[in-house]
């Protein structure tokens, strides 16, 4: 439809109909079986439902004809209703989680994953995806960092950036495509104490030059959607912010897409203290730009009044319409409001070879390699044993991939059995204890067995017995599904007692041993890693997880994962992320520490830091050599946040060089990451951010020479001036494997 027509619609529609655009109601409303979960009691809005401009938590492509059809044909204006649905790491071919999925530093892993997710979706009637997340992460305890590509804001960047690629092609028309939503805005990480939901005190500066970057780069893809966060930001709940949505999501960032609330955030602005009442919060929501409520009843109850009223201009609901007028006219509702629905489609692509193959090859890159001792991996053992609760765990995704049928999933077992059928090789499997602690906490429910003792005596003597038999110990260990996701914070970020028991009582046999953790947050592994010889992250990896991670385990792929989120020594070292501040008082490497940044009883560093992981060979770095040691900066005017990228082409660059040689015995892949440090700046900057990363592979005894290009674009930061502009002075330039490395050169900017 042309724009005129849809102006032409606007003017036509009634108050109601149009206040009724900007309201999206939950699918129970419309179908007892939505896949979603809740908090608002929504029962009035049956009544609402024939005006309703938008529904979430419905698929199932015949299902949503059906609903779109009597939808439309009760509709005055017979305009199509809007499908949106959490698709955040596959709809039915589910890929790792977005955590394991920034391991991969890879962003074409993460671009096909959301192209094999949008298509999937789409054909099961989904329209709009509430993906991808760009909150900047710094917290274990926080159990939302599952669905973020990390803690750092150039990664998560281009992670994200590449998800909207996939989601929603080069036309979210095309029906293999979906609108993408970027989220939470805005730094909804940063909950105090790692507790979903709390407070977030951050200043200006901090906001500006950390949290809102990851946004930038999935905004700047063309994302049609933004949702606000359930947070305050020094005291102002983001959903009547109007300063965060208004000038700088707007106009500052230049988004013109369709800002939602988060679920029920509208009227949670009561609870905080922000709103006298629901009527306050609808006015202030409005005020502040947000165009659609996502289930609540702040706009469906409170807008007209607000408008008849004088205290709401009628123009700004105009807008707002008009922006969810435009999003279902771009993707082509008015014309086939069934999008990409089809059962026959779905049933065709759904699972399909091509994807599974994707979702186990987004799982070999994910996965972490942090210990390897003696060479103990690639395996090379006849008689094995896989023990622990991942064994025969089905559900490996995560609490977000909510239309996953983990029916679906290949487990531990299925995938070894698989693989060794017919060999000589040895495999004996034993689950060896539950995988959480009785009556531990997960959310919807308490595990709770009454036999609970009894049954952990048994599969621990079975786990014992296997370990007698085999030579290596393959141990399968991790959070439940339950345990990361929303509302999942954890003040104690170590596995659960009962499988940290049967670590103990395992490790006991003095047989070879190798860990893998399923999990959704950095852990506290206590002394896994002295322990193991072995010791792999693998995330949640979903459908493929068995495939994925026994092609590692055997070497037919060589890991090449890199932390996407420090590990901690201890809980207590939380938040914890290498591009921190030095401190006046840095704390030496060596000699005396009192009086210095430190902890009495603990590093101040990571256990594993960003960016770390191991290949199954050995890497040599040289030296870094810069093209020049002088930078010069042209004054190209204008450095305003949303022109940022073409301010200049003047400037010169600076060509970094390394050579890397593969100094082991087999081919891999090793991930070069360039770090630049400011030294001084009109705001202290941090000791390192993440600049570049390129991947090489190498043969045995090879080498290669990489190099990084320096542009002056890279030294920006958000400065005292309230700028974002590159000061002159001294920067290093480091290159290594991991953001621990002090390979570094130095230039300066004249
Ligand atoms: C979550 C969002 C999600 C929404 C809709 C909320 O509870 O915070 O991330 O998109 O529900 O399901």
Known sequence: ?????????????????????????????????????????????????????????????DKIKEIQKTYMDNHPHNIPLLFMLDVIHGHDTVFPCPLAQGA????????????????????????????????????????????????????????????????????????????????????????????????????????????????????????????????????????????????????????????????????????????EDLKAAAAMAMEAGVDIDMCTEAYSDNLEALVKEGKLKEDLLDEAVMRVLELKNDLGLFEDPYHGASEERYKEITLSKESRDLARDAVRKSL??????????????????????????????????????????????????????????????ANGCTLVDNDC???????????????????????????????????????????????????????????????????????????????????DLEDIPQTSDALMIVWRPGTESGHGITDVLTGKFSPQGKLSMSFPWLVGQEPLYYNRFNTGRPKPAEGNTIFTSRYLDCPNEARYPFGYGLTYSDFEISKVKLSSDKMHKHDCGTTLDKNRKSDCNLNETIKALVTVKNTGSVAATQTLQLYIRDMAGSTVRPIKELKGFKKVSLQAG????????????????????????????KFKVFIGFDSATDNEAEFELI
């Open 702 to 729: 090879e080498s290669a020479e990489v190099s990084f290009e320096i542009t002056e674009e890279m030294l920006r930061f958000w400065t005292a001036s309230n700028k974002f502009e590159s000061e002159p002075g």
């Open 104 to 275: 991969t530093f890879d962003p074409e892993v993460a671009e096909k994953g959301a192209a094999v997710q949008a298509k999937e979706a789409s054909a099961d009637g989904v329209q709009v995806t509430f993906s991808p997340m760009a909150d900047l992460v710094r917290d274990a305890r926080w159990g939302r960092v599952v669905e973020s590509t990390g803690e750092d804001p150039y990664l998560n960047g281009l992670m994200t950036a590449a998800m909207v690629r996939g989601y929603q092609g080069s036309d979210i028309k095309d029906k293999d495509h979906v609108a993408a939503c970027v989220k939470h805005f805005a730094a909804y990480g940063a909950a105090e104490a790692g507790r979903d939901y709390n407070t977030c005190e951050i200043s200006e500066h901090t906001l500006r030059d950390q949290y809102l970057q990851g946004y930038r780069a999935p905004i700047a893809q063309g994302a049609r959607l933004v949702m606000t966060s359930f947070n305050t930001l020094n005291g102002v709940p983001s959903s009547g912010n109007k300063w965060l949505m208004r000038d700088i999501l707007r106009d500052e960032m230049g988004f013109e897409g369709v800002l939602i609330s988060d679920w029920g955030a509208i009227m949670e602005m009561v609870n905080w203290g922000f709103a």
């Open 441 to 523: 906490d997960l959310g919807f429910m308490k595990f709770h067995s009454d036999t609970f003792e009894e049954d952990n005596e048994k599969l621990l003597a079975e786990a014992l017995e296997v370990s007698d038999e085999c030579d290596t110990i393959i141990m399968c260990l991790g959070e439940s599904l339950m345990q990361s996701g929303e509302s999942t914070s954890r003040a104690d970020i170590r596995l659960p007692k009962v499988q940290r028991d049967l670590y103990n009582k395992v490790k006991e046999k003095g047989k070879k041993l190798i860990t893998l953790i399923f999990t959704g947050r950095p852990l």
């Open 1 to 61: 439809m042309e724009k005129e027509k849809l102006q032409a619609l606007l003017h036509d529609m009634s108050l109601e109909e149009k206040i009724m655009q900007l309201v999206q109601l939950p699918g129970q409303t419309f179908e007892e079986s939505a896949a979603l979960t809740g908090l608002a009691d929504m029962d009035k809005a049956g009544k609402m439902k024939t005006l309703a401009g938008s529904v979430l938590g419905l698929h199932g492509a």
């Open 368 to 429: 972490v390699l942090l210990e390897n001792k003696n060479g103990v991996l690639p395996l090379n053992s006849k008689k094995i044993a896989l023990i622990g609760p991942y064994v025969d765990e089905k559900k490996t995704h995560s609490a977000w991939a909510i239309t996953c049928n983990d029916d679906n999933n290949i487990t531990m077992r299925m995938a070894f059995e698989e693989e060794f059928a017919g060999s000589d090789v040895q495999v004996k499997y």
